[in-house]
């Protein structure tokens, strides 16, 4: 299984503001993705990262509003940008192994105020 | 109609119960299948896989019914630290294979 780790864990940022999340993988990995999760809901898909070239976002995404960056197998990065409070949320990134399986990382808890 | 769904419940059962969740995913061009477990505030974590000939790990069985597409989580026996969301997850052909997720089904487990 991979280990994952995020960055910041949680943060309360001001409407406006531009928040980037880290996510660093203890291994390589083809597949990662993130993902939102609102309170009380399930995970929405945002976008699969991919190894030197643009995201695929999903329906409802753009990369005006969430770029991401993938510049090697075991780190990517989510940027929420102009935030409001709608993008309260939490923010997991996933990898996905030769058995298809998941593994998240622990999740960065944002808070728009 | 949503790719995969879920009874969200709460399924609210006593100790040493046995409860069951069904999923149905609406692609039949799907290629694996999963159940995870969320625990309050944390990061989902795998239950177990799903074959198609079924498999079951001590008190928790999954199936799958590719003919009525969809999978089924059986736990045995429940145990107060079964209280948990648990989540379907059906990998979806959609070029490459994408990860989708149920809503989940919440299980309170109550002494």
């Known amino acids: 299984s991979a280990v994952i780790s995020q960055k910041p864990s949680r943060d309360i940022c001001q409407r406006g503001t531009s928040l980037t999340i880290q996510c660093q993988v203890d291994?390589?990995?083809?597949?990662m993705f993130w993902y939102r999760q609102q309170p009380g809901q399930s995970l929405t898909l945002i976008a699969t990262?991919?190894?030197?070239?643009?995201?695929?976002?999903e329906s409802g995404f753009v990369i005006d509003k969430f770029p991401i960056s993938r510049p090697n197998l075991t780190f990517s990065t989510l940027t929420v940008s102009n935030m409001s409070p709608e993008d309260s949320s939490i923010y997991l990134c996933?990898?996905?192994?030769?058995?298809?399986?998941?593994?998240f990382g622990p999740g960065t808890r944002l808070t728009v105020l | 109609r949503k790719e995969v769904e879920q009874d969200p419940g709460p399924f609210n059962v006593p100790e040493g119960a046995t409860v069951a969740f069904n999923c149905t995913y609406s692609n039949s061009a799907s290629q694996s299948f999963f159940w995870y477990r969320q625990d309050c505030r944390k990061e989902p974590k795998l239950l177990m896989s799903?074959?198609?000939s079924g498999n079951e790990d001590g008190r928790f069985t999954a199936q799958l019914n590719r003919a009525s597409q969809y999978i089924s989580l059986l736990i045995r026996d429940s145990k107060l630290s079964d209280s948990a969301t648990y989540l379907c997850?059906?990998?979806?052909?959609?070029?490459?294979?994408?990860?989708?997720f149920g809503r989940g089904t919440s299980l309170i487990v109550h002494p």
């Open positions: 799903v074959y198609s």
């Open positions: 997850v059906v990998n979806i052909g959609r070029g490459s294979y994408i990860p989708t």
């Open positions: 996933s990898v996905q192994d030769s058995t298809d399986t998941q593994y």
């Open positions: 990262a991919n190894q030197g070239s643009e995201a695929t976002y």
């Open positions: 291994s390589q990995v083809t597949m």
